[in-house]
């Protein structure tokens, strides 16, 4: 595949309102086991493979009891899917994207099993180049493991390229692939840590960055 430019988006509180809802199935997962975290370090874990998430919040606790972990909070994933929605403008961003001939990937660092129900939720696949999940990485964000392999799989050059994301695990995995990264707040991260994090522009949601486009980072690929 030639390379062309491209705009790689995160999709678990950038595209999609689900960290509120990852935050709720996570603590269930862990208090099925008998232990127990913060809400506000979960969240701040959040982007990050499942297994690193229990090790950075409870330790080798967590790891001993992984899989039972990650089966409850399959479980909880699944019982909440009917309330997940797109952030706002999501869609139309993404499609904007794209009908200017641009290459739009998914590059999360979700499941394949929650990536199936966050596509359905999105319904872009008709405008996507590719889609990267958890299987495609050994490593997740801020390792630029993720950003490289979907640039890799979409194609895309990486000097014609910018990362869409909400967390600082999206901004520095960004940084270190060598890609400018535009933040958006809909994910709950604050705008001076994002820019902190070396985030080159932040905005409230899709929506925002859309009504911006022709002046913001994106430019350099449109």
Not at 3 to 17: H, I, Q, S
Not at 41 to 48: C, I, K, Q, S, T
Not at 122 to 142: F, H, N, Y
Not at 177 to 191: E, T
Request: glycine share 10%; aromatic share 4%.
């Amino acid at each position: 595949m030639d390379r062309a430019p491209g705009v790689l988006f995160d999709v678990d509180g950038t595209l999609v309102d689900s960290n509120y809802l990852q935050v709720a199935a996570w603590l269930k997962a862990l208090q099925s086991v008998g232990l127990d975290a913060p809400a506000w370090r979960l969240h701040r874990a959040l982007g990050r493979t499942g297994r690193e998430l229990v090790g950075d919040v409870v330790g080798d606790a967590g790891l001993d009891r992984f899989d039972e972990i990650s089966d409850t909070h399959a479980r909880e994933v699944e019982a909440t899917a009917d309330r997940l929605r797109r952030t706002r403008g999501a869609a139309e961003l993404v499609r904007g994207v794209a009908g200017r001939g641009v290459r739009t990937v998914l590059a999360t660092s979700a499941s394949p099993d929650s990536l199936e129900e966050l596509r359905r939720v999105l319904d872009l696949d008709d405008v996507l180049t590719a889609v990267t999940s958890a299987e495609d990485v050994d490593r997740s964000k801020p390792d630029p493991e993720p950003v490289r392999t979907a640039l890799e799989q979409g194609g895309v050059d990486a000097e014609r390229a910018v990362f869409v994301g909400d967390s600082v695990w999206d901004v520095r995995a960004a940084a270190r692939a060598g890609l400018p990264c535009v933040a958006l707040r809909c994910g709950g991260i604050g705008v001076d840590e994002l820019r902190d994090a070396g985030a080159v522009e932040v905005y409230d949601d899709p929506a925002d960055l859309l009504d911006h486009l022709e002046d913001s980072a994106l430019r350099r690929v449109l």
